[in-house]
């Protein structure tokens, strides 16, 4: 499966952004999906993930639970990061990854395939 991530960009704290991750090749509802992000200077860190078939289970990393909420549209082979109420620490580039072991996962060894990164920059 291949990923392309976009929806990035530059807002005020306390704005929303919505991440898309738009997956090619077939069967998409057999991955699990994730997000994760990296930081200038820092090591890359889990943000969010989301079960294969319908996305009933999600996970989030304790920075973003309760302000980010991720899905998925199998239809649409797509899956999605909207991210309210951010902060200045949430600058990062956003990377979307997809892994084929069932279950919800948040290291990123675990992942198989990773998109390329969006940027998203948070001003105070």
């Known amino acids: 499966v291949q990923l392309q991530a976009s929806g990035g960009g530059l807002v005020q704290a306390g704005g929303s952004l919505r991440l898309s991750c738009a997956a090619s090749?077939?069967?998409?509802?057999?991955?699990?999906m994730g997000w994760f992000r990296q930081a200038p200077g820092k090591e890359r860190e889990f943000v969010a993930a989301?079960?294969?078939?319908?996305?009933?289970?999600?996970y989030y990393a304790d920075s973003v639970k309760g302000r980010f909420t991720i899905s998925r549209d199998n239809a649409k082979n797509m899956v999605y990061l909207q991210m309210n109420n951010l902060k200045p620490e949430d600058t990062a580039v956003y990377y979307c990854?997809?892994?084929?072991?069932?279950?919800?996962?948040?290291?990123?060894?675990?992942?198989?395939?990773w998109g390329q990164g969006t940027q998203v920059t948070v001003s105070s």
């Open positions: 090749g077939r069967a998409f509802w057999r991955y699990g």
């Open positions: 990854a997809a892994t084929l072991q069932s279950g919800i996962h948040t290291l990123g060894s675990e992942f198989d395939y």
């Open positions: 989301i079960s294969s078939w319908s996305g009933a289970g999600t």
